[in-house]
């Protein structure tokens, strides 16, 4: 079973960090591929960035550079770490999982597991 819970949002200033994280609540997620998108009022979901059960992450070119996925499987936990944060980037932050590896990971329909979601806001 897997039930995701997202933590780590709140209101920061341009050019400020915020580091999200992802849990199966408290159970394991080791052999899970993971993902984040998020989404603005009005939008649809974006992808921001993945991470195969083996490690390997993938990124969106517009986060590629700012944002940094990565994993703790002995902590059952993963991170969306983001730096240099913008007001553009202001959006509910969604964790994503799924058993299996699909080839387009940017899409979400992809992912089978959803959080609730976590809201970021960042002020200029």
């Known amino acids: 079973q897997v039930q995701l819970v997202e933590s780590g949002g709140g209101l920061v200033q341009a050019g400020n960090s915020l580091r999200l994280s992802c849990t199966n609540s408290?159970?394991?997620?080791?052999?899970?591929?993971l993902a984040w998108f998020r989404q603005a009022p009005g939008n649809d979901p974006e992808f921001l960035a993945a991470i195969h059960w083996k490690g390997f992450p993938y990124y969106a070119d517009r986060v590629k550079g700012r944002f940094t996925i990565f994993r703790d499987n002995a902590a059952f936990t993963v991170y969306l770490q983001m730096n240099s944060l913008k007001p553009e980037d202001t959006a509910v932050y969604y964790c994503?999982?799924?058993?299996?590896?699909?080839?387009?990971?940017?899409?979400?329909?992809?992912?089978?597991?959803w959080g609730q979601g976590t809201q970021v806001t960042v002020s200029s």
């Open positions: 408290g159970r394991t997620l080791s052999g899970y591929q």
């Open positions: 994503a999982g799924s058993a299996k590896w699909q080839k387009d990971y940017y899409r979400a329909s992809s992912w089978n597991y």
